[in-house]
């Protein structure tokens, strides 16, 4: 089994599926949202926090080398995999650097370590996101906070980028779903795809053991 990335629209449903995917698959979650909150609160000067017009292009770097860390370590070790879930963030730039560093630490490719989750809501309205927002927002996530205004714009800016992001999925050969309707059986239907590629590669593995070498 491969360590897994979603990335997606805000809202879109990312950390549900890293917590199902924990539950069922045993990987461990990486939360970006919190890696972004602490760099926005320690270091304001480099404009990474949530709400900075550049920060997707400020923290590529970062988390293309902390991902690839993390992938090494767990290859090494044979570890538990990890699923991260991504929304602030140029996949164009992630993966670049990705490809680059994978190919020094470990003469591998980014399809070869990660498995690759694309989620949209191509049919909703940004009214449609507010009302998600408003429903389901906790304590918790840092568009609690916003005010009316505020939430109108994100939600309006989060309809754009699920446009940039669907574009993006297909370019760079992601599992898409579309969780506009019925988002939870979407989500469960996931794991149910994931949970059989791990059943097949365990039987793939199983097979190769048992055959003979050719004489």
């Known amino acids: ?7 997606g ?27 972004v909150t602490a760099f926005g609160q320690s270091f304001p000067q480099l404009e990474i926090g949530h709400g900075y017009p550049h920060v997707a292009m400020n923290f590529a770097p970062f988390i293309a080398q902390y991902l ?15 699923v991260a879930a991504l929304t602030h963030f140029s996949v164009d730039d992630v993966f670049a650097k990705m490809e680059e560093l994978l190919h ?5 490719k980014l399809h070869e370590e990660f498995t690759l989750i694309g989620l949209t809501y191509s049919h909703k309205s940004w009214e449609d996101i507010r009302r998600d927002v408003q429903t389901y927002d906790t ?16 939600c309006k800016g989060s309809v754009e980028h699920n446009k940039f992001f669907a574009k993006k ?19 469960d239907k996931i794991v149910a795809d994931l949970l059989e590629t791990k059943k097949l ?11 003979s070498p050719s004489a």
């Open 201 to 211: 590669g365990r039987v793939a593995t199983n097979l190769k053991g048992t055959c």
């Open 169 to 187: 999925f297909i370019e760079h050969n992601f599992e898409v779903y579309d969780v506009s309707y019925e988002r939870d059986l979407v989500l």
């Open 139 to 154: 304590a918790d996530d840092w568009t609690f906070q916003l005010t009316h205004n505020e939430l109108d714009a994100f």
């Open 104 to 108: 020094t630490l470990n003469s591998s």
């Open 9 to 35: 629209p805000a809202r879109v449903g990312k950390t549900t599926l890293a917590k199902k995917l924990q539950n069922k698959l045993g990987h461990s979650i990486v939360c970006t949202d919190s890696l």
């Open 68 to 82: 690839c860390v993390l992938a090494r370590k767990s290859k090494m070790l044979n570890g538990d995999k990890f």
């Open 1 to 7: 089994m491969k360590n897994i990335l979603i990335w």
